[in-house]
């Protein structure tokens, strides 16, 4: 009563300086039900009932994409189990909640923000889980456990800088997890959830996540760093408290996990010893959106509930979390003829990929500030493949291997097979020069992921692909990848950027100009149809991608190589799982696929492809795309 009384007062003072007056602060009530709106408005699919701030910031799985796409046009229904982490000061607040998604259960996190002078929102952040079994725990257990919900007494608080450098211990100690580490921040009847199942004082002999082990989760949060098992983690980056619940002494962060791949032993827990999962034979970065309470004036780790979700590696935060990452190499003195030949390009290529394989440059011509990139993310030389790559095809020897150069463009490609520990995977690698030094690599990595045991190496929480990677081997590259075209020695790229893409876009070949015996191979796996035919989407069998999936976009020529006739491509395919057609409700999830190709062309014609298909999550975009604002901005499906 006398909040609102003061209210009135200065709102009235406001109004006669001529200012808009503030809106009434917003309290746990008041941001309680702000979270309900939330997703009562996602479940109706209709994002103009918020009090939206006009440049609300919406981001899904680390993605900005624009309000009322994504996870607004699939949210079905929404669950029981409600989590709500409340920041009144601060115009925060968060959830851990339970939706539906085409009828699939899911776990949902969302952080609003709402601004004090308009009280509108501004920034939607969302984390969607699509584990269907951690649904189903959750809605067993429906409410929170109650310690979670109950307020603590103002004078036995610690104080918000507390409970946030608390909190930071548990992130400090479980990157690169030493066993020799303090970990007394962990309260003794400490307990913690992930993805809805208790891995914390289980009795009942339940291996962990990825791993065989089956005595880590027997044991409590201070013995299980004790055992410097999470080892594996090797950074816990952009690290953000940004949902800071005094009242009820929680915090809910949001950060990145990275699993660099170089750790190839678990520590023995309980005298049982495990090699790494298979999983993480790659590089692998986790999104995690994770709650902890905290109880005593130590303000010790109680209990903790995390969600994660898997991005691609080194994916960089949507919300700055006020680290710096400077990823531009140091540069070496050496340096190429410039201009750089054919043969002196390939040479070079030759020279890239053996430096990978040592993860040594400093044989290599590197500008000052080379840039380097995985899947669409910058990272640091030294870095992603530089660490775990052990084997890469030879072009001329190896089956599966081709080089291509531009020597316009100062520019070189490998497409081959490659190997990190026992994952195979395809490479699409680009090196570009400036003034006899390289000043991009960029990396295309798609890896053949199999449902082997617990859990194998499938991307964490991906819907099944309109094509998968079956088996070990591709076969061989075909031969008209890696000699020199007949006739044409010109590469349109009108006719790949723009007709083959806008083809594969509007699932019509009409203007497309293929060959008649035009043959296309994706993920190794070749359609009897004609690349014309696969496009129109004939025929029941997989061709490569749904039909209904929407925009092509960031398109990108990495290498033209003129005299192979032969254009090293790439684009990401929007699937907002929209138009259900003949595909399973597990895979009606929105995603976007990143897509090398290799395209043939004879006399200005297309007479095969060779594509991958890679999963991200939907509205991922490129780092070499940015910047380019018009080329990466979402279309609204
Ligand atoms: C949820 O509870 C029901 C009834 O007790 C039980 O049958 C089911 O196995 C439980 N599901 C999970 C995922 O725990
Ligand atoms: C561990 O840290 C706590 C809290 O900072 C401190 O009181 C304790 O002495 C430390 N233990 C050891 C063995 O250093
Ligand atoms: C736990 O399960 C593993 C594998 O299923 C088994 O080898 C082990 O003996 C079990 N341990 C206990 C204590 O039951
Ligand atoms: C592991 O060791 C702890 C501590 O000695 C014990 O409480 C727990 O039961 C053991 N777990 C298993 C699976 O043996
Ligand atoms: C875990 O056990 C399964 C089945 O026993 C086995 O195939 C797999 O290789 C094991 N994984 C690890 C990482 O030990
Ligand atoms: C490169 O050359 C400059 C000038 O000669 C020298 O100062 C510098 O140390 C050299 N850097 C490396 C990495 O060799
Ligand atoms: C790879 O090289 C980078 C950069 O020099 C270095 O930081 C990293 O530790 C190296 N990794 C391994 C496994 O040698
Ligand atoms: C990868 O992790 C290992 C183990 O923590 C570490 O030694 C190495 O420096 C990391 N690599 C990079 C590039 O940070
Ligand atoms: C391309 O045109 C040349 C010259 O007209 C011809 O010799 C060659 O067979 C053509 N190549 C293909 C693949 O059609
Ligand atoms: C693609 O669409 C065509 C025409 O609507 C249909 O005949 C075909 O079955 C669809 N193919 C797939 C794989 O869904
Ligand atoms: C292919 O063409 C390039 C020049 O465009 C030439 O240097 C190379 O020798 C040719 N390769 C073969 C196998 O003919
Ligand atoms: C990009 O978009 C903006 C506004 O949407 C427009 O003003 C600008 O002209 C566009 N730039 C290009 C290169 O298309």
Not at 44 to 67: F, G, T
Not at 400 to 423: H, V
Not at 547 to 567: E, F, H, I, P
């Amino acid at each position: 009563m006398k909040a609102s009384i003061h209210f009135a007062i200065s709102a009235l003072a406001a109004l006669t300086a001529g200012q808009t007056p503030s809106p009434p602060p917003c309290d746990r009530p008041c941001l309680e039900t702000l979270v309900s709106d939330y997703l009562t408005a996602l479940i109706a699919h209709d994002p103009s009932r918020l009090p939206l701030a006009p440049d609300v910031k919406y981001v899904e799985n680390s993605q900005i994409v624009p309000l009322g796409t994504g996870e607004w046009h699939v949210a079905t229904s929404l669950g029981r189990y409600r989590h709500i982490f409340s920041d009144p000061e601060n115009g925060q607040v968060g959830a851990i909640t339970t939706l539906t998604e085409n009828g699939v259960g899911i776990i949902y996190v969302v952080r609003l923000k709402r601004e004090a002078a308009s009280g509108l929102i501004s920034e939607i952040e969302s984390q969607i889980t699509r584990d269907a079994g951690g649904f189903a725990l959750y809605e067993n257990m429906s409410v929170p456990e109650s310690v979670w919900l109950q307020p603590v007494a103002v004078e036995d608080r610690i104080p918000r800088a507390k409970l946030i450098s608390q909190t930071d211990k548990y992130y400090a100690g479980m990157e690169r997890n030493d066993p020799r580490g303090n970990y007394s921040f962990f309260d003794r009847d400490c307990n913690r959830l992930e993805d809805g199942l208790q891995t914390t004082n289980q009795k009942n002999n339940a291996s962990y996540g990825h791993s065989n082990d089956t005595a880590f989760a027997s044991l409590g949060c201070e013995a299980q760093f004790q055992t410097g098992f999470l080892g594996f983690v090797t950074r816990v980056r952009d690290r953000r408290y940004a949902v800071v619940d005094e009242e009820r002494q929680a915090v809910l962060a949001m950060t990145i996990f990275d699993h660099n791949g170089t750790v190839r032993e678990l520590p023995s827990v309980n005298g049982t010893s495990n090699p790494i999962p298979p999983y993480f034979d790659v590089p692998r970065t986790l999104a995690a959106s994770e709650a902890f309470r905290l109880r005593g004036e130590e303000g010790k780790l109680w209990r903790i509930e995390m969600t994660l979700t898997e991005v691609p590696y080194g994916q960089r935060t949507a919300f700055d979390a006020g680290e710096t990452h400077d990823l531009s190499g140091r540069g070496t003195n050496r340096s190429t003829s410039a201009p750089c030949d054919r043969a002196c390009l390939d040479t070079l290529l030759d020279n890239v990929l053996a430096a990978m394989l040592r993860n040594d440059t400093t044989s290599l011509p590197l500008a000052k500030g080379v840039r380097y990139s995985e899947n669409g993310q910058f990272l640091a030389l030294g870095d992603g493949l530089w660490e775990t790559l052990q084997h890469a095809a030879k072009p001329g020897v190896d089956d599966y291997a081709a080089r291509f150069a531009d020597p316009s463009t100062q520019t070189a490609g490998y497409w081959g097979l490659t190997r990190e520990q026992s994952t195979p995977g395809v490479l699409a690698l680009r090196i570009t020069l400036a003034n006899g030094q390289i000043s991009e690599i960029e990396a295309l990595s798609v890896r053949a992921e199999g449902t082997g045991a617990r859990g194998g190496t499938v991307t964490l929480m991906r819907p099944p692909l309109p094509v998968e990677w079956v088996g070990d081997s591709l076969g061989a590259l075909d031969a008209v990848f890696k000699t020199n075209s007949t006739g044409g020695a010109v590469i349109p790229p009108s006719v790949v950027l723009t007709a083959y893409f806008n083809g594969l876009e509007q699932h019509s070949s009409a203007d497309v100009p293929f060959t008649p015996s035009c043959t296309r191979r994706d993920m190794g796996r070749q359609l009897r149809m004609a690349c014309g035919a696969q496009m129109d989407g004939q025929g029941t069998t997989p061709n490569g991608l749904f039909n209904s999936t929407g925009v092509v976009r960031d398109r990108r020529v990495l290498v033209a190589d003129a005299s192979k006739g032969v254009a090293m491509v790439v684009a990401m395919v929007d699937y907002p799982a929209r138009v259900s057609g003949t595909v399973p409700r597990t895979q009606m999830v929105p995603s976007t696929y990143m897509i090398p190709q290799l395209i043939k062309m004879d006399n200005g014609t297309i007479s095969r492809v060779e594509g991958m298909i890679k999963w991200m999550p939907f509205g991922y975009t490129s780092a070499w795309a940015e910047g380019k604002s018009n080329s990466t901005r979402l279309r609204l499906h």
